[in-house]
């Protein structure tokens, strides 16, 4: 079992940044792939970043550019580097994670943080 929880939510303005955590309970951390999505109200969930163990990264096309995901083994913790924010942007962000593979959709993740909402106003 694979706890996460997330933090670094929160309100920012149009074109400012914001870096979203998320901590891992397991050990063996860093053998995760490790993933971002996001879920607006009244849309599905959707697939934003995903870092491999061994730091490959996929993103979506949305926020290539102005997102980057990262990760430190040592400390067990994923980030988000969220830059160039927009309002479409405003959603809950949850880190999910899974034994190994860069995949991109939610179905395929075993382990959910309880989210963390982002609002980016105009």
């Known amino acids: 079992q694979v706890q996460l929880v997330e933090s670094g939510g929160g309100l920012v303005q149009a074109g400012g940044s914001l870096r979203l955590s998320c901590a891992a309970s397991?050990?063996?951390?860093?053998?995760?792939?490790m993933g971002w999505f996001r879920q607006a109200p009244g849309k599905k969930r959707e697939f934003i970043a995903t870092?491999?163990?061994?730091?490959?990264?996929n993103y979506a096309q949305s926020v290539k550019g102005r997102f980057t995901i990262s990760r430190d083994n040592v400390r067990n913790t994923v980030y988000l580097q969220m830059n160039s924010l927009k309002p479409e942007d405003t959603a809950v962000y949850y880190c999910?994670?899974?034994?190994?593979?860069?995949?991109?959709?939610?179905?395929?993740?075993?382990?959910w943080g309880q989210g963390t909402q982002v609002t980016v106003s105009s």
């Open positions: 397991k050990r063996t951390f860093s053998s995760y792939t």
């Open positions: 999910a994670a899974k034994p190994a593979g860069l995949h991109t959709a939610a179905d395929l993740y075993d382990y």
């Open positions: 870092i491999s163990w061994s730091g490959d990264t």
